[in-house]
């Protein structure tokens, strides 16, 4: 499964960005992890082929995860954005004992 991301760039606090993550296959579970300078990845929000949803606490109310099927393409609406969630993003997606990672788009957060 090779996955390509799009839609990272730079904001201003309270504004809008939307990241999509097209897959080239159907997989399980798909989820976006972040990676801030310094620290290490972390979990921001998963769903999987249910349709059950899972989200960091930090950005609970903020962020939405949705998945377009025909598409095979996932989506993170994220609004409210703080400078905090500067980070670059990733795309990783599960099938079967199978993962991927797609190559990560920069979320800049700064005014």
């Known amino acids: 499964v090779h996955l390509v991301e799009s839609g990272g760039g730079l904001v201003q606090p309270g504004q809008s960005l939307r990241l999509s993550c097209e897959a080239s296959?159907?997989?399980?579970?798909l989820a976006w992890y972040r990676q801030a300078p310094g620290k290490q990845r972390e979990l921001v929000a998963q769903i999987t082929a249910r349709g059950n949803q899972k989200y960091a606490d930090s950005v609970k109310g903020r962020f939405t995860i949705s998945v377009d099927n025909a598409k095979n393409t996932m989506f993170l609406q994220m609004n409210n954005l703080k400078p905090e969630d500067t980070a670059v993003y990733y795309c990783?997606?599960?099938?079967?004992?199978?993962?991927?990672w797609g190559q990560g788009t920069q979320v800049t957060v700064s005014s």
């Open positions: 296959g159907s997989v399980f579970k």
């Open positions: 990783y997606a599960q099938q079967y004992e199978f993962y991927y």
